[in-house]
């Protein structure tokens, strides 16, 4: 299916909240710059089928009553964000309720200074069947969260710098997590409360202070370890209250 396109050219744009509310490929070209104008939302898509990449965007301020965030997708599916550059912003990419979408080589590079001053990178609730690859996160509260997320994918990513941890999931099953790296953040990963979990050949590297793990795991059942590498972790891996779990 095809839809129509929207070309955004190069410059810079200050924005109030764009509204997406049908099915559209939005381009940015020539480095497109959309700067959030009052520090709310960038853009909100209420519609399937939307494509948004090119594009790069900043200015979404801290705000202790609405998670406000780059780019939001609300309780809708076949969605595409990729190859976009996310600067200085509360929430990078936030889905709600969404289903078979991806979200691939962006970058988004917050700048958090205490954790509850800053959001997640890329931040996924209640959604299923979410492909999350090849993206560069660093400087957010955690680079990765997962909450209520199930048969989703998260590979070749780097999430690096972050305040609490590289990758947080929780009551998310049947998910894999493949060659990521996750470097210098508070806690590589924290898996907790799920199940049928896949997760292989990833990097965990100086996940270094006072309570740090490479990966922490709390509740977690009929799971595979496999083939990862922990290297300068306070402590390498956490365990607490598992069964069932392979590592190897």
Not at 226 to 247: A, C, H, K, M, P
Request: some cysteine; proline content about 0%; hydrophobic content about 35%.
């Amino acid at each position: 299916e095809k839809f129509d396109t929207i070309l955004i050219k190069g410059g810079t744009y200050n924005v109030e909240n764009l509204v997406i509310t049908k099915p559209i490929i939005l381009i940015g070209s020539e480095s497109a710059e959309i700067i959030s104008a009052s520090g709310d939302e960038i853009i909100t898509v209420i519609a399937d089928s939307v494509s948004i990449s090119g594009l790069t965007l900043s200015g979404v301020t801290t705000s202790y009553l609405k998670e406000r965030s780059a780019i939001r997708i609300k309780k809708k599916k076949h969605f595409e964000i990729h190859h976009n550059k996310i600067l200085n912003c509360f929430f990078g990419i936030y889905l709600e309720h969404a289903k078979n979408g991806s979200i691939t080589d962006n970058i988004i590079i917050g700048n958090a200074t205490t954790e509850a001053e800053s959001g997640n990178g890329i931040h996924v609730w209640y959604s299923k069947r979410i492909k999350i690859e090849r993206n560069q996160v660093e400087k957010q509260r955690d680079g990765i969260y997962f909450e209520f997320v199930d048969q989703s994918s998260i590979k070749n990513n780097l999430s690096q710098f972050n305040k609490r941890y590289g990758l947080h999931f929780m009551f998310s099953n049947d998910n894999d997590y493949i060659e990521n790296k996750f470097l210098n953040n508070g806690v590589g990963v924290a898996v907790m409360f799920s199940k049928n979990i896949l997760m292989q050949s990833n990097h965990f590297s100086h996940n270094w202070g006072s309570s740090a793990y490479g990966l922490l795991l709390k509740e977690i059942n009929d799971s595979e370890i496999l083939n990862n590498t922990f290297e300068s972790n306070t402590i390498g891996i956490f365990v607490e209250g598992s069964n069932r779990v392979t590592y190897r």
